[in-house]
Every structure is written in C-alpha cells, then in structure tokens.
C-alpha cells in the first residue's frame, strides 16, 4: 500500500492559517487523497478529499502538487477547535479488496490561544 | 453526530472473558468497519462488512470475531480477553465500498472503551 509521511506535531496560534503537508511519493493513479481528523476523546471525522484538482469546503481546503506526491491540507482560520490529530490517507478507487482506511501517526495539531 | 451508534461506551471486565460490542450504521450505509485504537498501535482496521457479507480482513485476531444482521447492525466478539485488548473499539460506516462506488468517506461512531483487567 501506498504509504503517506506526515510531521508529528504542529504548532499554530489561534485565528492565523495551517498548513499541514503530507508526503506520497510513492502514490498510485487511482489514489485519491483523503484527510481525516480525531478530536480529543472522539472518532475520526472526515475533513476532505480529492485526487488531482485543489479541493474546498466548508471545513478545510486541499492543495495537491502537479506531480501528486505531495499535498497540503490548509485550515483557513484556526480556532481552538482545531486542535486534532489529522490524518492523511490515500484510498485507491479501483479494484477489489479492503477499502478500511490505513491510518498512520498523524499530525498532532496544537493551537495556542 | 455521524449518526453512528455504538454501544457500550463503556466496559470493563476481566481477562478471560468475552464481551459483545455493538454498531449500528447511518441510515443507508451498507457497509460498516471496526477499528481498535491503542495508545501504541494507533488506529487499526480490523475488519469490514459489506450488506451482510464480510468484504475485507485487517489485523483483526482469531480470538475476535464480527457479523452484520440483515438489519445492517454489526457486533464485534471479541473472547478470551486479555490485558492488551484494552482499547478503544470504533465503529464507522459509508454508503458502500470505494471499488462499489462509495467516496471513500466513513463515519465514524464515538467509539467503545474497552478496559481489561
């Protein structure tokens, strides 16, 4: 499986914006990049995802570089509710097989007021 | 609220035992994961089951078994418990599979915590 690097902690201060990178070098044509985030004390939530275009929504956007083997995941204005563990994961659209996301460490996202 | 439901949200027992977690699955998902979250295996997918039939098998021990009811509901066995089975168990669930044309988003439940002593 295609395996995504991501740094273990990040520091931001409160209503400035984040940006958390995330490495796949070794990434597939049918991957597509998905973001996912665990606040303390709950499930993993769905943040974004996309496959070659820069993606946004209500909650983040997702820049992804030409060549795919990098992406950025960018909180416009963090609030102290930010503060998560967020997870980038590659998710192949084709073919058979497990579709359970593989979750590795994460980036652990700290806010300071 | 994902709108999944997972119960306990709490249990405790001792090693040995078996116990019984719960899911229910939004409203229209037919397929449904289990997760274990350890403080040092971070998240790990278990198992996952797709309109009553098992789809894919992660790391998921013999010791624990799973099943989804023709109601959609699944529910995570797991026997013969031991100290480091304490974890927390997360359930999560999407319309369908990626390769059946799901997004690949899941929802997640709030998770079961187990504790064994």
């Known amino acids: 499986d295609a395996k995504t690097t991501q740094p273990n902690s990040m520091e931001s201060n409160e209503e400035e914006p984040v940006h958390l990178p995330c490495n796949h070098s070794?990434?597939?044509?049918?991957?597509?990049i998905h973001w996912y985030r665990q606040l303390p004390s709950q499930g993993p939530e769905y943040v974004i995802h996309?496959?070659?275009s820069n993606v946004n929504n209500r909650m983040a956007s997702l820049a992804i570089a030409e060549d795919r083997k990098s992406s950025t995941l960018i909180l416009h204005r963090a609030t102290l509710r930010d503060a998560a563990v967020y997870y980038c994961?590659?998710?192949?659209?084709?073919?058979?097989?497990?579709?359970?996301?593989?979750f590795g460490k994460g980036t652990h996202l700290i806010i300071q007021p | 609220d994902s709108g999944v439901t997972q119960t306990p949200k709490h249990l405790i027992t001792a090693t040995g035992q078996r116990v019984t977690l719960r899911c229910s699955p939004r409203?229209?998902?037919?397929?449904v994961y289990w997760y274990q979250q350890s403080l040092d295996q971070g998240l790990q997918f278990l198992i996952q089951?797709?309109?009553?039939?098992?789809?894919a098998k992660g790391n998921i021990l013999e010791r624990f078994s799973a099943q989804q009811f023709p109601d959609l509901h699944s529910e995570l066995n797991l026997s013969s418990l031991e100290l480091g089975d304490s974890a927390l168990y997360f359930c999560?669930?999407?319309?369908?599979?990626?390769?059946?044309?799901?997004?690949?988003?899941?929802?997640f439940g709030e998770g079961s915590r187990l504790t064994v002593l």
């Open positions: 070794t990434i597939s044509g049918t991957d597509y």
């Open positions: 409203s229209g998902d037919l397929s």
């Open positions: 999560a669930s999407s319309v369908a599979p990626v390769a059946g044309g799901g997004t690949g988003e899941l929802f």
């Open positions: 089951y797709y309109n009553g039939e098992e789809r």
């Open positions: 994961i590659l998710v192949r659209h084709s073919g058979g097989g497990a579709d359970g996301l593989t």
């Open positions: 996309g496959l070659t």
